[in-house]
């Protein structure tokens, strides 16, 4: 029996051929009469992908059709945007998958938990056998092993996720942790947003145009200040996130000097998004202060992703050895020793039984 | 029999700098169970070799100056098995290791010499002795989350994150061990300087001076920090300084103790 993986990804085709094709709770359903004895859908944001077992060959142009969602052109027009991996190429796609080596950004750990899903569903479904068993195991060990053995999932990758950590390792916990949005943007609102995740609570937005604060304010769940007052707002507040469109600094060393006497010991973390930069960077000179400027923080997620490639090669080891291990394991099946008709109580007893 | 013990303590710190060594040159540098066994079995051959000894000596073993560096190096590795597996500052292992070795390594200078003179039983200067070294594992401790404080608010001030960076706990947390650590120290280091009083033989004022110096030194740090006279990176800063002065006065204090 041949096992194999159908689908599509982010770089093989972009998202509104993907969201034609992103399958539904009856492609399972449909590769089943087509011959397939068992069956995966995965789906996420970046990828659909069908991982199937079959005595017969399944054309591709009737996998293709299972997972569209709609009735626009034929799947025809599509097919060269899907990509077809069978054995031991399909096992190391999904090895490659779960350990993040395939995603959009290296090492994200998401798919794992994603892939895992996909598995509890097929397994729920009874679509789910010993072959899928055995190989979907085999890729969340590979996966494990890839995250713990590598530096795959190290360090942040986005400004949010930088501002996050550098937060976190100034102030410990961010619970409580008060956070002041000067002006608005993408990026501030999504490094906000980060903080928020975390636990930041005490929001405040102030910008020169009332409405827009209280606009941004009212979406994050947060208060409005007026722009008046915003200097003022510097002695109570943790983080401060600045992108204004001024020209010239708003916060200089001199401004500064007041309020670091009220803060006492207090940190104050700076994250100046603003170009041109909204914050003196000689402000950075005083004890307790942390700025970043927009190209610091780049710089450190640029440098994560670096980091992240550099242990591609390491990571890649590791799947090697685990596709020549299930190859090996299925040669001793082709041989005839492997349980073809398992249980699939016993297959539900080793998946509760193995880490989910 | 107790040099070897000795040997291989040291032996088992050094593996713990090696292999701490080896994780910053890959630039994978995680908490490591390792490190950990190595300082545990290294602390279990020091007790051993403590113990050994202080049969020998018929007292606690802290005659000359390498039993000292000896007994140290224990108090600095017990309190970092009670200290770091309880703030979960593991890596401070890392940190740890090396100055543990530095002064095992002691064992390769000439200064294993026996007393001149025995010295009889006396609770109170034993009790003195003891626990005044164990102060001083305590401000070797505050030390290295001193020096950990100081890395990582390097980093975070140039902007340039190391992969130690991601490892190494946040600022309150190695402020707060820093902090402890110092009132841990000084309380012990109190209670050695008063029980001196006690111990019945007259003491050197050179000996006398130097130890009120450190216990002023500590008190000021500690002063600094609750008064809010320092921004915790001076205080860390002071940390690393006092321990270095006081070492070298504990020296000082071994060496007109035996020349007085």
């Known amino acids: 029996m ?42 996420t944001c970046n990828r659909v992908e069908i991982y199937a077992a079959a005595e017969a060959n399944i054309a591709n142009e009737e996998i293709a059709e299972s997972l569209r969602i709609d009735d626009g052109p034929s799947s025809k027009n599509y097919l060269e945007a899907f990509y077809r991996k069978e054995n031991a190429e399909c096992a190391r796609h999904l090895f490659r998958v779960a350990a993040g080596l395939d995603s959009m950004v290296v090492g994200e750990t998401e798919i794992l938990g994603q892939a895992k899903r996909a598995y509890a569903d097929a397994l729920a479904s009874g679509n789910a056998g010993p072959l899928l068993h055995r190989l979907c195991q085999r890729a969340f060990r590979a996966a494990k092993q890839v995250r713990s053995k590598t530096q795959i999932t190290r360090g942040p990758v986005s400004v949010g996720s930088v501002a996050v950590d550098l937060a976190e390792k100034i102030f410990g916990d961010l619970r409580g942790r008060k956070v002041l949005v000067l002006g608005a943007g993408e990026t501030s609102t999504k490094t906000l947003r980060a903080l928020a995740s975390r636990g930041v609570s005490d929001l405040r937005v102030s910008n020169r145009t009332p409405a827009r604060a209280e ?39 001199p401004l500064l000097v007041p309020i670091l006497r009220d803060r006492a010991d207090r940190p104050l973390f700076i994250i100046d998004i603003a170009v041109p930069r909204d914050v003196a960077p000689e402000v950075n000179e005083f004890d307790g202060v ?38 090996k394991h299925l040669g001793l099946s082709q041989s005839g020793t492997r349980p073809t008709k398992e249980c699939p109580t016993r297959v539900s007893g080793e998946l509760r039984a193995s880490e989910l | 029999m107790d040099r070897q013990l000795l040997i291989f303590a040291t032996v088992c710190y050094l593996a713990a ?10 630039r994978i540098f995680r908490r490591s169970r390792f490190v950990f066994l190595a300082i545990a079995l290294g602390f279990v051959l020091q007790t051993a070799f403590l113990s050994v000894r202080g049969h020998a000596l018929g007292s606690c073993p802290i005659t000359n100056l390498l039993e000292v560096l000896v007994f140290l190096a ?31 390594a002691a064992w390769l200078l000439p200064i294993d010499t026996p007393r001149a003179f025995p010295i009889a039983p006396n609770p109170w200067l034993e009790f003195h002795a003891s626990i005044s070294i164990i102060a001083y594992g305590a401000f070797a401790l505050a030390c290295v989350a001193g020096a950990m404080y100081l890395v990582q608010e390097r980093q975070l001030k140039t902007h340039q994150l ?33 029980s001196g009083f006690f111990v019945g033989e007259p003491l050197p004022w050179t000996k006398i001076a130097l130890a009120i110096a450190i216990w002023i ?5 500690l002063q600094g920090r609750y008064l809010g006279w320092m921004a915790p990176r001076r205080i860390a800063t002071l940390c690393v300084v006092a321990f270095a002065v006081a070492l070298s006065l504990l020296w000082s204090i071994e060496f007109v103790g035996h020349r007085v």
Not at chain 1, 10 to 23: C, D, N
Not at chain 1, 228 to 253: F, G
Not at chain 2, 18 to 23: E, F
Not at chain 2, 74 to 102: D, E, N, Q
Request: with cysteine.
């Open chain 2, 17 to 26: 700098v090696i292999r701490t060594v080896i994780s910053f040159r890959a």
């Open chain 2, 162 to 194: 190391r992969s130690i960076f991601y490892h190494l706990p946040p600022l309150p947390n190695l402020f707060s061990a820093m902090t402890r650590l110092l009132w841990f120290g000084f309380i012990l280091y109190s209670a050695g300087l008063i």
């Open chain 2, 217 to 221: 030194l500590y008190g000021a740090i």
């Open chain 2, 74 to 104: 224990w108090s600095i590795a017990l309190i970092y098995l009670l200290i770091g597996t309880a703030y979960r500052l593991s890596l401070m292992g890392a940190f740890t290791a090396p100055l543990v070795v530095l002064q095992l």
């Open chain 1, 2 to 43: 041949n096992f194999f993986c159908f689908g599509l990804n982010h770089r093989t085709a972009p998202i509104e051929v993907r969201e034609r094709f992103a399958g539904h709770a009856r492609s399972p359903v449909v590769l089943r009469h087509l011959g397939c004895s068992e069956v995966l859908l995965l789906t």
């Open chain 1, 215 to 253: 606009e941004l304010a009212h979406e994050l769940e947060g208060i409005a200040v007026p722009f008046a007052t915003w200097l003022e707002q510097c002695r109570e507040i943790d983080i401060l996130i600045s992108s204004t469109a001024a020209e010239t600094h708003l916060l200089t060393p």
């Open chain 1, 290 to 327: 942390y700025l970043y400027d927009i190209d610091s923080l780049r710089e450190i997620a640029s440098e994560s992703h670096e980091l992240r490639r550099q242990q591609m090669a390491a990571a890649e080891a590791i799947i090697d050895e685990h596709v020549a291990d299930f190859e």
